[in-house]
């Protein structure tokens, strides 16, 4: 069982930059399909934002962070990076990296997968 601790989080003003990680302990990220990253703002449903899967050459993201935002692993250092550029206040929220060990057909469902870190919040001021 793996155990995800996410981190880089902030307060950040429109147009900066911040880069998330995840690190993994307990199982490395090289036996895990699919790792991903969700947010979720106060009074909204947790929602996709990008996945890698194991060979790190496949990225999904979604249309809203598309060209801003990329998902990179770095299996050496069991650690997925989120790097965000051109922040926006539409931004905020609390990331949460999830993995799973088995691609299960889709990637943008929170349900796709099975472990999860506590979240870090992310802040974009105007």
């Known amino acids: 069982q793996v155990q995800l601790v996410e981190s880089g989080g902030g307060l950040v003003q429109d147009g900066d930059s911040l880069r998330l990680s995840c690190a993994a302990s307990?199982?490395?990220?090289?036996?895990?399909?699919?790792v991903g990253w969700f947010r979720q703002a106060p009074g909204k449903e947790r929602d996709f934002v990008a996945a890698?899967?194991?060979?790190?050459?496949?990225?999904y993201y979604s249309d809203s962070v598309k060209g801003r935002f990329t998902i990179s692993r770095d299996n050496a250092k069991n650690t997925v990076y989120l790097q965000m550029n051109s922040l926006k206040p539409e931004d905020t929220a609390v990331y949460y990296c999830?993995?799973?060990?088995?691609?299960?057909?889709?990637?943008?469902?929170?349900?796709?997968?099975?472990?999860w870190g506590q979240g870090t919040q992310v802040t974009v001021s105007s």
């Open positions: 999830a993995a799973t060990r088995y691609y299960p057909g889709t990637y943008f469902r929170p349900d796709d997968y099975g472990y």
């Open positions: 307990g199982r490395t990220f090289s036996t895990y399909d699919m």
């Open positions: 890698i899967f194991r060979s790190g050459t496949s990225t």
